[in-house]
């Protein structure tokens, strides 16, 4: 005798439930790097990646919710904050600048970037 655990292993039976998505990338001049790189840019944008992490274990119902209501006040407090910055109410998030030295800068890296700038 079949038993419910056994179809739920199998999948969904009802597959109009799980949406069917195809991704198509074209690899061009055999540059397969790229194409990955398109790929990889292509289900972060779907949320393949974050639907795997969450479908990786079970969610209870209740645990679904609580996470469900807790992204929705970050994406409020987030919209709120933005809406405030173009206001000019809140000062901008400074914009880091590329090559300059940041937190994680080493004595040595400093040296590197002197010696480079003195040439």
Request: with cysteine; net charge positive; proline share 5%.
């Amino acid at each position: 005798m079949r038993q419910w655990r056994d179809r739920q292993a199998i999948g969904p039976i009802n597959r109009s439930i799980e949406e069917e998505h195809r991704v198509q990338v074209f690899v061009r001049d055999n540059n397969v790097d790229q194409a990955l790189k398109v790929l990889k840019k292509k289900m972060q944008r779907d949320g393949v990646f974050r639907e795997m992490r969450l479908r990786k274990h079970y969610e209870k119902p209740s645990e679904r919710r609580v996470r469900e209501k807790a992204e929705a006040i970050r994406r409020a407090r987030k919209l709120a904050r933005k809406k405030l910055q173009r206001e000019g109410l809140l000062p901008m998030k400074p914009r880091a600048v590329r090559g300059a030295p940041g937190k994680s800068a080493t004595p040595a890296s400093l040296l590197i970037l002197e010696q480079c700038h003195a040439r």
